[in-house]
């Protein structure tokens, strides 16, 4: 049963545009995670948020910048896309201290 | 850092077979690790995960132990099914910073008749 949702499932742009993804997760969990997983399927995690507060803040160009409403929700902004941004972008949410990761169904993101 | 490593890219087994996936990692405290399992346009979700006590995590046939001596977790099943064929993470959660979880570079296994 999905308990973490992500909008859109699809988006595909031009290189220099914006677009902001959507997660919101309906679990009850104080922490949520943005992960991008690339066309080799390698998962590297861009940051993490507990209690609304940013937590982890990988090593990510600027471009990038997430948004936090409340502990069940978490956007993510590109400010100005590249063609290596094509991913497929996974929101996460668990109980504090990384415990078990519930994934959404992902964002594919293609730059043209 | 802390970091896990997968080195089988793909790993192809006929049914019945036994399967293992190798997962190592680096550790600065002490580890905390899971499998995750993606099937074909699905989300990755967990499988199992270690436990502090040395109790061996099973699930859906799936087996892992948890070995601090050489830093390792591999994934075993003693049949393999034509259902398990998918994209297999292994992760770890580190000690630094908290709240991170670091995955492996994914091993598929392909499971044939």
């Known amino acids: 049963e999905t308990a973490v949702f992500q909008t859109p499932n699809y988006h595909v742009t031009q290189v220099g545009n914006e677009v902001s993804f959507n997660c919101k997760q309906t679990l009850g969990h104080d922490t949520m995670y943005w992960y991008k997983q690339d066309s080799k399927k390698l998962l590297k995690i861009m940051f993490s948020?507990?209690?609304?507060?940013?937590?982890v803040n990988e090593t990510v160009p600027r471009r990038f910048s997430p948004q936090s409403s409340d502990k069940a929700h978490l956007n993510l902004r590109i400010k100005s896309v590249e063609p290596e941004d094509s991913a497929v972008y996974l929101c996460?949410?668990?109980?504090?201290?990384?415990?078990?990761?519930?994934f959404g169904s992902g964002t594919r993101l293609t730059v043209l | 850092g802390d970091s896990v490593t997968q080195t089988e890219g793909l790993v192809t087994l006929t049914e019945g077979l036994p399967v293992m996936l190798n997962c190592t990692y680096q550790?600065?405290?002490?580890?905390?690790l899971f499998w995750y399992v993606q099937h074909l346009n699905e989300a990755p979700k967990l499988l199992l995960k270690?436990?502090?006590?040395?109790k061996r995590p099973e699930h859906q046939g799936f087996h892992a132990t948890l070995h601090k001596s050489s830093s390792s977790f591999h994934l075993q099943k003693s049949s393999a099914q034509l259902s398990d064929s998918a994209l297999y993470y292994c992760?770890?959660?580190?000690?630094?910073?908290?709240?991170?979880?670091?995955f492996g570079s994914g091993t598929r296994l392909l499971v044939s008749p």
């Open positions: 270690s436990f502090t006590d040395n």
């Open positions: 550790s600065t405290y002490s580890p905390f």
């Open positions: 948020y507990n209690n609304k507060q940013l937590i």
């Open positions: 992760a770890l959660r580190t000690g630094t910073g908290g709240y991170k979880v670091v």
């Open positions: 996460a949410s668990s109980y504090s201290s990384a415990e078990t990761l519930y």
